[in-house]
């Protein structure tokens, strides 16, 4: 048996019952890395030695009583999370070198569980992207077909999780950023509501939008990892103060009466066609289930790119500003503190990280902040909106989670405005601070994957959960991986 094939839920029951060790497991996931990493590039840092002292620690641990579903399960770790003595890069030059001497919540709260961190995963720089084509380092590839683009900005991640080079992932959701890669990559994606998990320790891109969240290859981890991670944390004051129930606690409960909300403006003119047909019939087996399908309407969808995107942009050219070379990180030289300040911001940043601080200093400066950044977060109050008014009727809504399978790479990198359209279909969640699942529905005609986005209420991530584990029980998709 390949153990790095399995899921957090089977190898739990596996070290409960003695039959395996967390040090087997390791050396499992650590040698697909080796067979498989120099193909996919998913990680930026594989801490291998960590690994194997972290394994040897779990199986004490496990030996002694401890039966945390986590305990002694190999896991990577987006390149975003500060993880203290472990090099946290955000794909960039800037940070290239940046070791922190703190740890992140969630990744503490996965060392209190007793995890073992495979090591950090490639994304676009300071999650910037849609492709993970934006790293300073790498371009990570799509498992089902290496020409092809993973997503973004979790592309390391969730490429990691397709190629079987760990047995779960974090990622970080701004705009899509772990569920169009978790579509694109044939596995699950979860972007929890705003303020369900702590974002201390997650490196700022726009901190009104930013979420963690886990990549895993099938529902039932999802709902283990969003356990762990969750809850209220006195270092981050944007964490909400609601208690999180068990999440798995619903998995396996019918879907009988659930109504499921189809929105008009998420089936357009200019979707792929086999995408289309795979979230149809998606939707027609949740019907089949006892499900309830019903037309919504989200009438401001067409404004959350142009929206997103000043809103983004302007919260990230104030993250941004701390990168001076002063502090820590990438430092020019220069003939004097100014020109090392300019030097240092040019050499450090990439392309498409200068393209958003632009864009944002424009739309937050003197005489454009009312034009821009004050009528972007008017219209975010109307999105918000639409999706009250759609909860009215609806318990759920379902959606494609992107309009297209994973693109070539390099086949957009010329054309920004295209690959921001690539999140046209998450990225109002994101604004309206919703949760949203991604689960795999289907292959098109060339073997890509294609996803299905499952929408919540605000904190009612266990709805979306029971909704997509009773589609993926009654399908064939979960579980298939790429042959590599």
């Known amino acids: 048996m390949e153990l790095f094939r399995l899921g957090i839920h089977e190898l739990n029951e596996m070290l409960s019952r003695g039959e395996v060790t967390s040090s087997e497991i390791t050396e499992s996931v650590l040698g697909r890395i080796d067979a498989v990493e120099d193909r996919i590039r998913a990680y930026v840092t594989v801490t291998k030695d960590n690994a194997r002292e972290m394994s040897k620690s779990a199986d004490k641990a496990i030996s002694s009583g401890n039966r945390d579903p986590l305990a002694g399960i190999p896991l990577a770790i987006k390149d975003n999370m500060c993880t203290r003595g472990i090099k946290t890069t955000c794909s960039s030059r800037m940070l290239k070198d940046f070791v922190p001497p703190y740890e ?6 996965l060392l209190q569980s007793g995890y073992v961190l495979s090591g950090k995963t490639n994304l676009d720089e300071f999650a910037m992207g849609s492709s993970t084509e934006n790293s300073a380092f790498h371009t990570t590839r799509n498992p089902w077909d290496i020409d092809r683009i993973p997503g973004g900005s979790s592309g390391g991640s969730a490429a990691a999780v397709a190629a079987d080079e760990c047995i779960a992932a974090l990622g970080s959701d701004t705009g899509g ?12 994606g979860l972007k929890p509501t705003y303020g369900r998990v702590s974002r201390y320790g997650l490196v700022a891109f726009a901190s009104s939008l930013d979420q963690i969240g886990p990549i895993t290859k099938n529902v039932r981890d999802s709902a283990i990892l969003l ?3 969750s809850g209220k944390d006195v270092k981050d004051s944007t964490s909400a103060p609601i208690e999180a129930p068990d999440f798995t606690s619903v998995l396996g409960h019918e879907i009988k009466g659930l109504r499921i909300g189809v929105p008009r403006e998420y089936f357009i003119e200019g979707m792929d066609k086999e995408v289309d047909l795979a979230v149809k019939t998606a939707i027609n087996n949740l019907e089949s289930l006892g499900a309830i399908p019903v037309e919504v309407s989200l009438p401001h969808t067409g404004y959350a790119v142009a929206t997103y995107y000043v809103l983004a942009t302007s919260e990230a050219s104030s993250n941004l500003a701390r990168y001076d070379g002063v502090k820590y990180g990438f430092r020019a030289v220069g003939k004097d503190l100014l020109d090392m300040y300019m030097k240092t911001r040019a050499e450090g940043f990439g392309p498409e990280v200068k393209r958003r601080i632009m864009l944002g200093a424009y739309t937050l400066s003197s005489g454009y902040y009312d034009a821009y950044y004050k009528k972007a977060q008017q219209v975010r109050t109307l999105i918000k909106g639409d999706f009250d008014k759609a909860f009215k009727k609806a318990d759920v809504i379902v959606t494609p989670t992107s309009p297209t399978p994973a693109f070539k790479l390099g086949e957009k990198t010329d054309d920004p405005l295209q690959m921001y359209l690539a999140d046209i279909f998450t990225i109002s969640v994101n604004l309206a601070g919703v949760p949203g ?5 289907g292959f098109t005609s060339s073997g890509l994957p294609v996803g299905l986005q499952i929408i919540g209420r605000h904190f009612d991530e266990q709805t979306i959960l029971k909704a997509a584990y009773a589609y993926e029980q009654s399908s064939q998709w979960t579980g298939r991986r790429p042959s590599l």
């Open 177 to 188: 950023s772990i569920r169009q890669p978790a579509a694109l990559c044939g596995v699950v």
């Open 227 to 229: 356990n762990i991670i």
């Open 104 to 109: 992140s919540t969630v990744t503490s709260k």
């Open 437 to 441: 699942i991604s689960v795999p529905c």
